[in-house]
């Protein structure tokens, strides 16, 4: 069979879009896990963190499914929502959707461009849930806020959320991030354990300044990526439970990848508490490829169509952020 890619990035974590909007493909379950297992391999023609199944929906403008590059289905992801906001904005000519997830319907927009000509997506980050069961974490108690986690570290302090995949968040000075301890404990975590059965996403937190942070996650099912859309809403959360930022105010991002911005909405008493993530949806080239489903490693590269302009504009915005981070980091 064919299927068309669309490959496209949020902050450099990047995925391949396939479009069953508009097409048939008619995929089993074991279909997108195999799918997902041999195109995104870095070695191969394709590679990429993970693919993102823009899919109808009965309650929504469309229904996303992430899978990481192992196969393994995530219930949410913020950068790879972006991109998808930007595919279905454009497909139904609209500014402003809600789109179907795993867990919940989430509103997204087109917003004012990050930097010039990179096209900027809001997306809602929620639910926000606190208590060690929805990640789960199996601890004796109910949340982990801001606290030793003594199994992981004997020195670090960790907020355990779930937005709804779930995280692992710690706010740690530049020694720390310069170590190998995100790397080794990240392993662990996602590893066959019993503190995180079904594995978890692992961020380090570094504040710059007041409404700057920098961010870098071991995903779950992937491994170090650039940037993890949901982790930096949720670690925009932790630093305003630090006290550091502030609720209701737009907290720059910085990650390996890039920039977005936060804003977090969250009162302790509220019905509902959620993040605004605002970043780019930027499209690289759109491939078609020819394979056999039951033998999905094998799959031939028909022709491609690049988006050299903005994958050029993204590369400008990129340099100007590394600069600031080598005077910041
Ligand atoms: N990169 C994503 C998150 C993808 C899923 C994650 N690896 C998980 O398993 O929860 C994002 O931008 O949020």
């Known amino acids: 069979m064919i299927i068309d890619i669309l490959k496209c990035h949020g902050s450099g974590n990047d995925f391949l879009l396939i479009d069953e909007l508009t097409k048939n493909y008619r995929f089993t379950e074991a279909d997108r896990k195999r799918l997902a297992q041999a195109l995104c391999k870095r070695e191969g023609l394709l590679g990429a963190d993970g693919i993102l199944f823009v899919l109808r929906s009965e309650k929504a403008d469309a229904r ?6 192992d196969g393994s289905e995530a219930s949410m992801c ?5 991109c998808v906001a930007r595919f279905v904005c454009e497909k139904l000519g609209k500014e402003q959707l809600l789109i179907e997830t795993m867990k919940a319907d989430l509103a997204v927009e087109k917003t004012a461009d990050l930097y010039q000509g990179i096209p900027t997506f809001k997306v809602e980050i929620s639910p926000v849930l606190f ?17 030793p986690l003594v199994q992981l570290s004997e020195t670090l302090k960790f907020t355990a959320l779930a937005v709804p995949n779930p995280h692992l968040v710690s706010i740690v000075e530049q020694d720390v991030l310069d170590s190998d301890v995100q790397e080794k404990l990240s392993q662990f975590v996602n590893s066959p354990n019993e503190l995180f059965p079904d594995g978890v996403n692992v961020s380090f937190v570094k504040r710059l300044e007041t409404g700057a942070i920098f961010v870098r996650t071991y995903e779950r099912g992937v491994g170090f990526t650039n940037a993890c859309g949901t ?37 302790e008493n509220s019905k509902k508490n959620w993040i605004d993530l605002i970043g780019n949806g930027t499209y690289e080239y759109k491939a078609s490829i020819v394979l056999e489903l039951n033998k999905c490693e094998e799959f031939k590269l028909l022709h491609e169509v690049r988006y050299d302009k903005e994958t050029a504009l993204y590369t400008a915005f990129q340099s100007e952020v590394k600069t600031y981070l080598q005077t910041v980091l």
């Open 64 to 69: 996303m499914r992430v899978f990481n590059a």
């Open 78 to 82: 913020g950068n790879g929502l972006r």
């Open 131 to 147: 208590n060690v069961e929805s990640l789960p974490l199996s601890i004796n108690q109910k949340t982990l806020i801001n606290e």
């Open 231 to 267: 982790a930096m809403s949720a670690a925009s959360l932790v630093t305003c439970l630090n006290g550091f930022n502030e609720t209701e105010r737009e907290i720059s991002v910085y990650n390996n990848g890039g920039q977005v911005k936060c804003v977090v909405h969250f009162h």
